[in-house]
């Protein structure tokens, strides 16, 4: 079975991620890293090449971040791995925005979050970038509704979702430690 976490960036995926390798999912970005091919600009967008890569290298199940996050990638994900799972990372809209926003500071990678909204990460782009955040958000509810397969959970790890909701969705019995919470910018 293969899980990909098709939430966007700075919606607790840092956290889910952690929580999924204690659940014995070997992650590949995790483990391959972010300077292999996967990460290149070249690639970020090409969801083909990245399914291939995973095809190749059956050892991984647990997916997140580049290219997962994008558009509607997950239709591309669902289509080529029918048995998976998915989890859809959300957040407050606010907060992830003022989050998005301090991370693009510290980072600096507007470019990054230019390519996915189409506009500039800044104050003034605000209302743009929530309504396109939410809309696809809204798509990928809309599109799990309609495949009845059960295989999307959704999780607001910011807002208190945990074990409780994380290890049924996978079949697994619920950990008694506390839910990691990874990558908090403030």
């Known amino acids: 079975m293969k899980i990909f976490c098709i939430g966007a960036n700075k919606t607790g995926t840092s956290s889910l991620t952690c929580a999924m390798n204690k659940l014995g999912f070997l992650n590949l970005p995790e483990i391959v890293g972010y300077t292999t091919e996967l990460r290149t600009p070249e690639l970020r967008n090409n969801i083909n090449e990245v399914l291939e890569y995973i095809k190749k290298n059956d050892e991984f199940d647990f997916f997140e971040d580049i290219p997962f996050c994008f558009f509607d990638n997950y239709k591309l994900i ?12 959300i957040r407050d809209s606010e907060d992830w925005f003022c989050s998005v926003i301090r991370w693009v500071n510290k980072m600096n990678c507007s470019d990054y979050y230019e390519f996915i909204y189409e506009c500039l990460p800044n104050i003034d782009n605000k209302k743009i970038i929530i309504e396109k955040h939410e809309k696809r958000n809204r798509e990928i509810i809309e599109y799990f509704q309609n495949q009845k397969k059960n295989n999307l959970l959704i999780m607001n ?9 994380l290890c049924p969705f996978l ?9 990691p919470h990874e990558n908090i910018n403030k």
Do not use: Q, R
Not at 79 to 84: A, L, V
Not at 157 to 165: E, H, R, T
């Open 78 to 89: 669902e289509k080529e791995f029918p048995e998976s799972k998915f989890i859809l990372t």
């Open 157 to 165: 790890i910011p807002a208190g979702d945990n074990w409780n909701k």
């Open 171 to 179: 079949d697994k019995e619920v950990l008694k430690d506390k839910f």
